[in-house]
């Protein structure tokens, strides 16, 4: 489901079920935690097989949770993972990110999309939400008011627009060109802006929130409407 390719100083990381447009279950989170945090690369380039990003949590797996919370937590824990990676990590967008694929994509450095590239909310038709960061993460990268547009109404954004609102940072043909690029400036001077850029020292107590929201949503979601 995780698969991985190391060329010269970045190591690509990718999400490996087209077929399920490469929806996460637990064992994928723990594999996508793993793959990030043994990374030992200046850069990872993180893509989606086939021609999606990442449609977020498996549907299946979540209409049969016996803990909601603690799965809450458990996407948010890989989430973290990669915003504290040493490494910097590029997500290479190219096709459709939802729900917990846009929440990825967020917790990444950077979001490099090419014009196929969308991003949906789409868990509120559901009655619930993305509850892998988030609700912390989406207002800080595109502001307030577009993240309460974004997630109320689980509009689809498309590539111009991301770029636009800062979603996506730029828009190209070869995505993993901007890893490339990246990973060849001085390594050391890379993990240390990263490291102060990253400084937030709220999103943690947001993380827990969200956690215990999604949980008590979950009880009542309808999965049949998916």
Not at 135 to 159: H, K, N
Request: charged share 30%; with cysteine; glycine share 10%.
């Amino acid at each position: 489901m995780i698969t991985t390719e190391r060329a010269d100083d970045v190591l690509v990381v990718t999400l490996d079920r087209p077929d399920r447009r490469n929806a996460l279950t637990p064992s994928g989170l723990d594999a996508l935690e793993a793959a990030v945090t043994d990374a030992a690369a200046p850069v990872v380039y993180l893509r989606g097989a086939g021609d999606a990003f990442c449609a977020g949590a498996d549907l299946d797996v979540v209409a049969d949770l016996d803990d909601p919370r603690e799965f809450a937590a458990h996407g948010q824990v890989v989430a973290r993972a990669i915003e504290d990676s040493e490494s910097v990590v590029v997500a290479g967008v190219d096709g459709p990110a939802r729900g917990g694929g846009v929440e990825l994509a967020l917790a990444c450095d950077l979001r490099i999309g090419t014009t196929d590239a969308t991003f949906a909310e789409t868990g509120v038709e559901l009655g619930l939400f993305g509850a892998w960061g988030g609700t912390a993460r989406l207002p800080r990268v595109v502001g307030e008011g577009e993240a309460m547009d974004i997630a109320l109404s689980g509009r689809v954004v498309d590539a111009e627009a991301a770029l636009r609102m800062g979603l996506l940072s730029r828009i190209t043909a070869e995505p993993r060109a901007v890893a490339d690029e990246i990973a060849s400036n001085d390594h050391g001077a890379l993990a240390a802006l990263k490291r102060r850029l990253r400084d937030d020292a709220g999103t943690t107590e947001q993380e827990r929130r969200e956690a215990d929201a999604f949980a008590a949503l979950h009880a009542a979601a309808d999965f049949d409407r998916a």
